[in-house]
Nanobody
């Protein structure tokens, strides 16, 4: 079983930056599992944000491309999401995810964290 724990959420002013981290345990992720970030705002569906493959290939949603950067450190079993130029519409619960597939070609994930709240004030 895989456990994912997010951290780094909080309150930030518009235009500011925040870095989210995801700590993974229960399995070795190197070479086997792509990882990603999603978010869900109140009253909205969960939204894909970014993903990183085992070879560090990345995929971004158009809404965050150029502002958010995803990365992974397999030696530490961690993944990060650097978020810049934050906007009030980025306010949501952010989720870390992992899947039994090394590629980012599809957006179906098998494991999920509990989420961390990000609030961007105007």
């Amino acid at each position: 079983q895989v456990q994912l724990v997010e951290s780094g959420g909080g309150l930030v002013q518009a235009g500011g930056s925040l870095t989210l981290s995801c700590s993974a345990s229960g399995r070795a992720f190197r070479y086997t599992m792509a990882m990603g970030w999603f978010r869900q705002a109140p009253g909205k569906e969960r939204e894909f944000l970014a993903a990183v493959s085992v070879r560090d290939a990345t995929d971004y949603a158009a809404s965050v491309k150029g502002r958010f950067t995803i990365s992974r450190d397999d030696a530490k079993n961690t993944m990060s999401l650097q978020m810049n130029s934050l906007k009030p519409e980025d306010t949501a619960v952010y989720y870390c995810a992992a899947k039994n597939n090394p590629l980012v070609s599809d957006r179906t994930y098998d494991y999920w964290g509990q989420g961390t709240q990000v609030t961007v004030s105007s």
